[in-house]
């Protein structure tokens, strides 16, 4: 008695020997390799660039608030200068080189008189709700712009929020912006009140 094949088992039988050939041919393994890296590989780098721009846009805000406290050393700004939004303006302008129009919402500034610079030093702040919160010790402090006379210790903190461009970066750091912060603390010179 001899068995006969049916289609099934045809199909069976022809199976292996489609796998085998699948597994041996070689002429789209380029473009399947190439498939496989081109996600992890354009991924690495926008982050690259990503951190390569926000790292260029803390140097030019720390310049910024470098180039804001030496004037207010010297006396070449005064507190009438700075008043109300007037500092925060002035760092906005500089800072348009490398940052969007939405610049004065997502600007921070505080500046203000230390009778010594160990109460400078015991000024902080922390982040709650994506919101920065100055701290003095254990109290709590609003943002305030009041610069010392002459010879007065002053601090100069700016807070920027920078927008992560990259949309799968922003997922994975859980927002999208992260905090740019600079700080300086000086004495001023003896210029005229």
């Known amino acids: 008695m001899s068995k006969e ?29 190439f498939a496989i890296l081109a996600i992890p590989f ?30 207010l050393r010297t006396g070449q700004l005064r507190a009438a200068d700075v008043a109300g939004d007037n500092l925060k303006n002035m760092i ?38 994506g919101q920065v919160i100055l ?6 402090q609003s943002f305030t712009v009041a610069p010392g006379p002459a010879e007065s210790k002053n601090m100069l903190r700016v807070f920027y929020k920078w927008p992560i461009m990259t949309d799968l970066l922003a997922q994975s750091m859980g927002g999208n912006k992260t905090l740019h912060f600079a700080s300086i603390t ?8």
């Not at 302008?93 to 610079?117: A, H």
């Open 92 to 129: 906005c302008d500089k800072l348009e080189i490398i940052v969007s129009q939405d610049c004065p919402t997502q600007l921070d500034v505080d500046l203000r008189q230390y009778t010594t610079f160990a109460d400078a030093a015991l000024a902080g702040f922390k982040i709650q709700g």
């Open 186 to 193: 000086w004495q001023n010179e003896p210029f005229g009140n």
């Open 5 to 33: 094949v049916g289609p099934t088992d045809e199909h069976q039988a022809r199976r292996p020997r489609f796998f085998s050939r699948f597994l041996r041919d070689r002429r789209g393994s380029t473009a399947i390799e």
């Open 135 to 140: 701290t003095n010790g254990n109290a709590t």
């Open 42 to 71: 354009a991924l690495l780098v926008f982050a690259i660039l990503e951190s390569c721009i926000a790292f260029a846009g803390q140097e030019v805000m720390a310049n910024i608030t470098d180039d804001v406290a030496r004037k």
